[in-house]
């Protein structure tokens, strides 16, 4: 059949290569629309109970993954050119459009009975610019009285923090990178003013950077994956055509990924924008094993035709495995329920497949254009280096059994010792370096202010009206003043501070009455907490109404955490979560915890479980495959065992390494499953077709294979682990990951393939014809 089809691609050539140019040309159109996601990742599938509670609470009080926040350290904040400059800074950002609301000291109100109408009425403590160190002091002393911004907007009288809320269609846009670099640009002004270094954190700041990253690195992976490939060819072939021939495969294949990402709707994000480098490392192992037996047939026969055909017949199906084999290994992610995996799953497998059709459709015909090749073209199949090697490869398989047994084994208990230390754990900024400012700039906000990572809890008191009940106030009060208490959070807000913030105003200012209401108070408290109608609303109290619902039946508290990982991050969850079941009956509360937090939490043991099971639906499926091939089980546990060792050997240095399981490793291994297996297929196919060929010899025909199959397969996997190490220059933790435990998966593979293949299929065959 392959033969035939090789005929038929020579045939017609000429239509077959207008069809893929054009139909490139189209994807290449719809690739120029590709835009980069600037929405949180779908990690859980909307109908988990975590996401539709989190929709809920965005309902019902509004997105809570909106507010940037700035922070400088100094003691000097009370002198006259730094205040200024501060405050000067809090009107320039306001005024940067896309900015909702800017909370800040400088803004600071304090709440004044008035005596005419017995109301509190809200009055700015500062009135700036100062010229006279008397006049801010004096104004300094009124603020510090005021225990309801202590831990809110200050600590420890050395931090001080600015929150920036942005407006959550802007967040979601592209233009987030523009508003984002604006704030940017006024910090810079005023460290150049004030002498101090600002501080900048929030999720918004965090997702701006990881995503304008994210398109760098692919750019720059991109480009890098393509002039490493050229190297790699140029090296092995000294031919300028094969090198030009093979990146325009490449090339092609990654315009069909950019295309197809449009076509059915997905946008850019960490996981799909490594998809193009990547089209690329797994698109020239195709051009190398057509070339490779192109030349070797030709350099046989010296028919130029011949060559062609023969290379198609034969290297059609492996090729054809291959790039099905790598494909599953991607394209198992689709069945997942994260959304995110899905994405990625759907283009690599789609395009991955595509590969293999333009490198069928484009190689055959384009070499039948070329001029024959010359000797320097086939020189690297002459490689005395690479022959020494694999005589030593073969030599230890047949006469060194024994010895390749014992150190797989030993290599196993070893992994299996180090898999036994691997842990389950995953941070919200996990891919960053320690040493990046993102990371160092969040640890100096969970340091002065316990955390920035928002978490949400909803108390439903089932009553209208039931929030202003003097013993739910109480409740939430006894809760919030635990939490304060607990080091890996912020001082938690509620609208309880608003009515103790009241109550200090009731009683004269003073701040020994910051406190919750009592019996005698209630009376007092729906006149006092109603603002004159005429004057404009604060910001305290803007801000105090989104804590509750217009029926003053839910309230929420809001809390802002460390970045504690998957594994504390419960931890606390789980405190807080007992604490509040002693503290509110539930039969008459509901309780819903909820918030950026939680989300991540849900979306990371989502993720973590469907790489799990994708891991096993990939060996299914490869298995399948392999069963299909073959035709034979013995060949089958043949092909398995030398491609689980890697498995198993990379998870054992990954314990022993101290890299923890998470999205980003997981990933790993049914990626490297999918691609390893390809060294198998070349080299079980080449055994199979040559058996015959030496009367069912199984020790000469495995020496065959080594000899004849060997350069080609270190060539492929020189190529592909030279590709994956690109993606260790990335400033992502998770992509450098991928990059170098692939690379040590492929090089044990390799080695495992053209070692402990050999000696399976001897002892298996040992007693009859395989």
């Not at 100094?74 to 896309?98: E, R, S």
């Not at 092609?252 to 059915?264: D, E, R, S």
């Not at 073969?394 to 070893?414: C, D, M, Q, R, T």
Request: aromatic share 12%; net charge positive; hydrophobic share 45%.
């Amino acid at each position: 059949m392959w033969y035939s089809l090789a005929k038929f691609i020579l045939k017609f050539r000429v239509l077959l290569l207008v069809v893929l140019i054009a139909a490139t040309a189209y994807m290449g159109f719809m690739a120029s629309k590709v835009q980069l996601s600037y929405e949180p990742s779908k990690a859980i599938p909307r109908d988990n109970a975590k996401y539709i509670e989190y929709q809920a609470f965005v309902k019902k009080f509004g997105d809570d993954g909106n507010t940037l926040v700035l922070g400088i350290a100094t003691q000097n904040i009370f002198t006259q050119n730094i205040f200024n400059a501060f405050a000067a800074l809090q009107q320039t950002v306001k005024k940067i459009p896309g900015v909702v609301d800017v909370l800040s000291m400088p803004e600071a109100v304090n709440f004044i009975k008035d005596s005419a109408t017995g109301r509190l009425l809200a009055q700015k403590i500062f009135d700036y610019p100062y010229t006279s160190q008397q006049r801010l002091d004096s104004d300094k002393a009124v603020f510090e009285n005021l225990p309801f911004y202590k831990g809110l907007l200050y600590n420890h009288d050395t931090a001080w923090l600015m929150a920036v809320r942005l407006n959550a269609d802007t967040v979601r846009s592209k233009y987030r990178t523009k508003l984002v670099s604006d704030i940017v640009g006024e910090t810079t002004v005023f460290e150049s003013v004030a002498k101090l270094p600002v501080h900048i954190s929030g999720l918004p700041y965090y997702l701006t950077t990881y995503a304008n990253r994210i398109a760098k690195e692919m750019n720059w992976f991109l480009t890098g994956s393509l002039i490493l490939s050229a190297i790699t060819l140029m090296l092995f072939f000294r031919s300028v055509n094969a090198t030009i021939m093979s990146l325009l495969v490449v090339g092609m294949g990654v315009v069909w990924c950019l295309g197809t990402m449009v076509l059915v709707g997905y946008k850019i994000t960490l996981l799909t924008a490594i998809i193009p480098p990547l089209i690329v490392v797994i698109g020239v192992p195709n051009c190398i094993y057509f070339l490779n037996k192109y030349h070797t047939t030709f350099r046989e026969t010296g028919d130029k035709n011949k060559a062609l055909i023969t290379m198609v017949g034969r290297m059609g199906v492996v090729t054809l495995f291959c790039n099905l084999a790598a494909a599953i290994g991607f394209a198992v992610f689709a069945f997942t329920h994260s959304e995110v995996l899905k994405e990625f799953g759907v283009v690599s497998g789609i395009n991955i497949m595509m590969l293999f059709i333009i490198s069928l459709i484009f190689i055959p015909p384009v070499l039948s254009f070329l001029p024959e090749p010359k000797p320097r073209h086939v020189r690297y199949l002459d490689n005395k280096l690479l022959e020494k090697l694999l005589l030593r490869l073969e030599h230890w398989a047949f006469n060194h059994s024994k010895w390749i047994y014992g150190v797989s084994l030993i290599a196993i208990i070893i992994a299996v010792i180090g898999m036994t230390k691997l842990k389950k754990e995953g941070f919200i900024v996990d891919d960053l370096q320690k040493d990046d400012v993102v990371y160092t700039d969040l640890k100096w906000f969970e340091h002065n202010f316990g955390g920035i990572m928002p978490l949400e809890i909803m108390i439903d008191t089932k009553k209208k009206k039931g929030l202003f009940r003097l013993p739910v106030i109480n409740k939430i009060d006894s809760f919030s003043q635990y939490v304060d208490t607990r080091p890996e959070t912020s001082r938690p807000l509620s609208y309880v501070d608003g009515l103790k913030f009241a109550i200090q105003a009731l009683y004269g200012g003073d701040s020994s009455n910051y406190r919750t209401p009592t019996e005698f108070d209630g009376a007092f408290m729906g006149d006092l907490l109603r603002s004159d109608p005429k004057a404009k609303a604060s910001q305290i109290s803007q801000m105090l109404n989104s804590f509750i619902d217009s029926n003053k039946q839910v309230a929420r508290v809001s809390i802002n955490v460390q970045d504690l990982g998957t594994v504390k991050l419960p931890l606390l969850i789980n405190d807080f979560d007992s604490v509040t079941r002693k503290t509110f009956d539930t039969a008459h509360y509901k309780l819903t915890f909820t918030g950026g937090s939680i989300t991540f939490l849900e979306g990371s043991s989502f993720i973590i479980d469907g790489l799990k099971s994708s891991i096993c639906w990939a060996f299914l499926l490869i298995a399948l495959c392999m069963l299909y091939l073959f035709r034979s089980a013995r060949i089958l546990l043949c092909s398995l065992i030398p491609n689980i060792v890697p498995l198993v050997i990379t998870a054992g240095i990954m314990g022993w390494a101290g890299v923890s399981l998470k999205p980003s490793t997981v990933l790993v291994f049914s990626v490297a499953l999918g691609i390893a297996i390809d060294v198998t297929i070349r080299f079980l196919v080449n055994y199979k077709q040559e058996l015959s060929h030496y009367n069912y010899n199984v020790p000469e025909t495995l020496r065959q294979t080594i000899r004849h199959t060997g350069i080609s397969i270190i060539y492929t996997s020189l190529v592909l682990i030279a590709g994956f190490i690109i993606f260790c220059f990335s400033q992502f933790g998770g992509t450098k990951a991928l990059g170098w435990l692939t690379s040590l998966t492929l090089v044990v593979g390799t080695l495992t393939n053209l070692t402990l293949l050999p000696v399976l299929i001897k002892a298996l065959a040992k007693k009859k014809k395989v």
